[in-house]
């Protein structure tokens, strides 16, 4: 680990100079660049001041784990296929159920419909990108069409059905993951 490369990324990150770090620090600004340019390397009770100056601890510095992934693309996104209920499933954030919340997306031929879900703690929110479905929650049913969202806390049986005359499609959120 470069100590001086992560101590600058810091220290930018605070939009600090090496000034006002050297200030903060009770050190030198020449020690901060010798520092940044690995030119010398600080002693524990210096590091420990400078990343308390800069907010953060030994442990968070010196874990260097991987970058989360923010971005996915569709060739990350996982396709399940349920030929007999007539709808397909699009999981587009891969390995969400580790999450806090699960999005898909959801593709239902005319006359499809999800399995009956239980009630489970959580919410669930849905935006139709195309099509019409009905929602069910207990023994009601809501129409949504496209362009219109779906929103509750799933405290009864719930299920999706494409009643229209056309594909459906739309955003399925859960939390906590429930796919």
């Known amino acids: 680990m ?4 992560r101590l600058k990324e810091l220290r930018i990150m605070n939009n600090l100079t090496q000034e006002e770090l050297a200030d903060r620090a009770e050190l030198s600004k020449g020690f901060i660049s010798q520092m940044e340019n690995d030119l010398t390397s600080p002693s524990i009770a210096t590091l420990t001041d400078l990343l308390q100056c800069l907010g953060t601890n030994l442990k968070e ?3 260097e784990a991987e970058d989360e992934q923010i971005i996915f693309k569709e060739e990350d996104f996982f396709v399940k296929e349920y030929e007999d209920s007539r709808y397909k499933i699009e999981w587009i954030v891969p390995n969400a159920q580790k999450n806090m919340m699960e999005p898909i997306i959801v ?9 009956n879900d239980n009630p489970h703690e959580g919410e669930e929110f849905g935006y139709v990108i ?14 949504a069409k496209k362009g219109e969202t779906f929103y509750f806390t799933p405290t009864k049986p719930h299920k999706i059905i494409n009643a229209g005359k056309t594909k459906a499609k739309f955003l ?5 993951p429930n796919f």
């Open 107 to 115: 593709e239902m031929e005319v006359g499809g419909e999800t399995e």
């Open 61 to 63: 510095f010196f874990n």
């Open 172 to 176: 399925w959120i859960t939390t906590p």
């Open 2 to 5: 470069e100590i001086g490369k």
């Open 130 to 143: 195309q099509g019409t479905i009905y929602v069910y929650v207990g023994r009601k049913r809501f129409k």
